[in-house]
């Protein structure tokens, strides 16, 4: 039988960040032939990952990234199972590597597809939960364009946001540093009233209308009352129209307004694990 040396071993976990004694079965499996040992550890990969496919991969790294014009930007969540693996400098490493190859991309779908170290990004989740042994995957890929991004990453990668601005000019990237960390800390359900889907304000028009009859109130009252409310939801969920977390006086769009006229919010996109 064939004998993995300490050279060949130490090649092969640099190479797929296997351990120690997984890197030498495969090797000495393979006999001695270095890609058929990967594949030996991807093929392990591919048995732990349908072992463990009904696991909740609710933990993980969220990336937010602009690109060097700024005038696009991207969330990516590489997602696992502990917040032991979320933390690991080497997860985090690969999560940012798939952030930037995200950049150059239009979908989730071409993400998995990507070659990422000779390999499908897809079958390098694959890889990567035979080497960690936890359920790893790709969870969100969100792209904004707008004439200024900027980005902001919040509680140690556990959230990501992008926002979008009208104009790149002076004070544009305070402005969307800024409105992106009121977007982290107070996920606005859309941009402005407009945004809202119409089956999201139907909802909360119910919700208003149960609360007012079980408080007794006339019915040929409700209908009004309930316009004042819905006008409330819209002032408290919808980023623009939010009062601005460091100065409760002022909204979001009269904060931006007041760095430079001419800007205001355009977009924004948001995960959070």
Sequence with gaps: MYKATAAEVSKLRNATGAGMMDSKKALEEAGGDFDKAIENLRKKGQKVAANRADRDSTEGAVIAKVNADQNKGVIVSLNCETDFVAKNEDFIALAQRLADMAMELDSKEAL??????????????????GVIGEKIE??????????????YIHAG???????????????????????????????????????????LIEKEMEIAKDQLRQEGKPEAMIDNIVKGKIQRFFKDNTLVHQAFIKDEKTSVAEHVKSINPELEVVGFIRFGL
Excluded: C, H, Y
């Design 157 to 199: 990668n556990k959230i990501g946001a992008v926002v979008g601005l009208s104009a790149n000019v002076e004070g544009a990237e305070e402005a969307a540093r800024e409105v992106a960390m009121q977007v982290a800390a107070m996920n606005p359900v859309a941009l402005n009233e407009t945004e809202v889907s119409a089956d």
């Design 112 to 129: 998995l597809a990507a070659d990422l170290d000779g390999m499908s990004v897809s079958d390098k989740m694959i890889e990567q939960t």
């Design 138 to 151: 790709i969870g969100t890929f969100q792209i904004l364009t707008a004439p200024f991004v900027n980005s």
